[in-house]
T-cell receptor, first 112, second 113 residues
Framework: ETGVTQTPRHLVMGMTNKKSLKCEQH?????MYWYKQSAKKPLELMFV???????ENNSVPSRFSPECPNSSHLFLHLHTLQPEDSALYLC???????????FGPGTRLTVT | GENVEQHPSTLSVQEGDSAVIKCTYS??????FPWYKQELGKRPQLIID?????GEKKDQRIAVTLNKTAKHFSLHITETQPEDSAVYFC????????????FGPGTRLSVLP
């Protein structure tokens, strides 16, 4: 295992639901990331947290809300999602910038 | 911002042959170029990376070359094996991007026995 875990692994939610994705890293890294991976698009960076501070928000809709309470945990809060938000959501961590990013197994999200 | 293109989108080779995947990037300030491999149903994992102060890096059957002038870099896999079958992603980043990697769209490599 890479030391980055994600829960849940699969999630089905309706458009009016509120849910949260959780990511935890046990590698002592100081940066964490959320990516979206769709079938026909490259990995899309959504958010970056560096030392718990958000340093990047790639024009992500407000229905996605990240939270980083400490350097080991990262959440993605979801509300009023759209069917096109169905995708694999990957969390990653790294030690500083321009370094290897360790990915979690992902959460397969289906919005109905 | 940075834009990364990757070719080909799919590649089939016979076991034992070589495979080459090419990426181009747009921002001359980018200086870190990793390659990730994602097997079916699994997470992406780094297989090799290169920084702009070197032109080539090799790790057993895998090598990466970088041409900063032309703004392109390539992944070379020699003596391919069935377990090399996966989707390969290139990425580019630089000091001005912080931790922001821009990934290419991926290449699906199939190694035929």
């Amino acid at each position: 295992e890479t030391g980055v875990t994600q829960t849940p692994r699969h999630l089905v939610m309706g458009m009016t639901n509120k849910k949260s994705l959780k990511c935890e890293q046990h590698l002592g890294h100081n940066a964490m990331y959320w990516y979206k991976q769709s079938a026909k698009k490259p990995l899309e960076l959504m958010f970056v947290y560096n030392f718990k501070e958000q340093t990047e928000n790639n024009s992500v809709p407000s229905r996605f809300s990240p939270e980083c309470p400490n350097s080991s945990h990262l959440f993605l809060h979801l509300h009023t999602l759209q069917p096109e938000d169905s995708a694999l959501y990957l969390c990653a961590s790294s030690q500083g910038g321009l370094a290897e990013q360790y990915f979690g197994p992902g959460t397969r999200l289906t919005v109905t | 911002g940075e834009n990364v293109e990757q070719h080909p989108s799919t590649l089939s080779v016979q076991e034992g042959d070589s495979a080459v995947i090419k990426c181009t990037y747009s921002d001359s300030a980018s200086n870190y170029f990793p390659w990730y491999k994602q097997e079916l149903g699994k997470r992406p994992q780094l297989i090799i990376d290169i920084r702009s102060n070197v032109g080539e890096k090799k790790d057993q059957r895998i090598a990466v070359t970088l041409n900063k002038t032309a703004k392109h870099f390539s992944l070379h896999i020699t003596e391919t094996q069935p377990e090399d079958s996966a989707v390969y992603f290139c990425a580019a980043s630089g000091d001005n991007y912080g931790q922001n990697f821009v990934f290419g769209p991926g290449t699906r490599l199939s190694v035929l026995p």
